[in-house]
């Protein structure tokens, strides 16, 4: 029950109680005078979605993961100093990097102001000319990386960011607009508590629901 509404039946009489007994004469009244009121509860079919929801989510992060690992396996032929490029391999700045500039070859004849061009644009002016030095500079050391077939390898490497892009977007999506708006319709306010946030939140509730199912 809406807790509003034993509030207002508390409100509602002259002389105020702080009981558990009155508490529940007061739930009780509410139940006998505006039973007919009283929205239809259904919180197994909630839970049941709420459930639903955070496997889905689960299952993207999965997937999200393996393209990860098949991105880290298919540049670490490419660029064997990949990992010292860039702080998170599957970042905004490193995926727009890795699309255009998939393997070595995509890198000949670009210079260093070209590259802090580009770099400057997808970062938000986070990375500067010293991270291009430092990215052509890995590239000389590593030697040359390419391979037969190279044009079919940076196609690999482009449709790997691609599906990353995308698969990212859909976590985003479920997480702030599906998850959030079942989760308000449930009394656990679980995510306002600090250091639980909307996902944590309902994976404990789904976590609770399949165990008492």
């Known amino acids: 029950m809406n807790p509003a509404l034993s509030y207002a039946e508390r ?3 002259m002389t ?3 009981s558990d007994s009155w508490d529940a004469e007061c739930v009780v009244r509410i139940l006998v005078n505006k039973l007919d009121q009283l929205p239809d509860v259904k919180p197994h079919d909630l839970y049941w979605s709420i459930q639903q929801l955070v496997s889905r989510r689960n299952a993207l992060a999965k997937a999200q993961g393996a393209l990860k690992n ?3 396996f298919q540049l670490s032929h490419h660029y064997p100093s990949y990992k010292k490029f860039f702080s998170e391999v599957d970042g905004k700045t490193a995926l727009a990097f890795w699309e255009r500039h998939p393997s070595p070859s995509c890198l000949e004849g670009v210079s260093v102001k070209q590259l802090t061009t580009f770099l400057l644009k997808v970062s938000n002016n986070t990375c500067s000319v010293k991270k291009a030095n430092e990215i052509l500079k890995l590239v000389k050391e590593d030697g040359n990386t390419t391979k037969e077939h190279q044009e079919t390898l940076d196609f690999l490497v482009r449709s ?3 599906d990353i892009s995308f698969e990212s977007r859909k976590c985003v999506m479920w997480k702030e607009n ?3 708006e079942l989760m308000n319709l449930q009394d656990f306010q679980l995510h306002s508590m600090p250091g639980i946030d909307l996902v944590t939140a309902s994976a404990l ?3 609770g629901r399949e165990h008492a199912s």
């Open 11 to 13: 409100k509602s009489h």
């Open 16 to 18: 105020t109680q702080k």
């Open 70 to 72: 098949q991105l880290q």
């Open 160 to 162: 790997i960011v691609r």
């Open 178 to 180: 599906e998850l959030k």
């Open 205 to 207: 509730i789904a976590v």
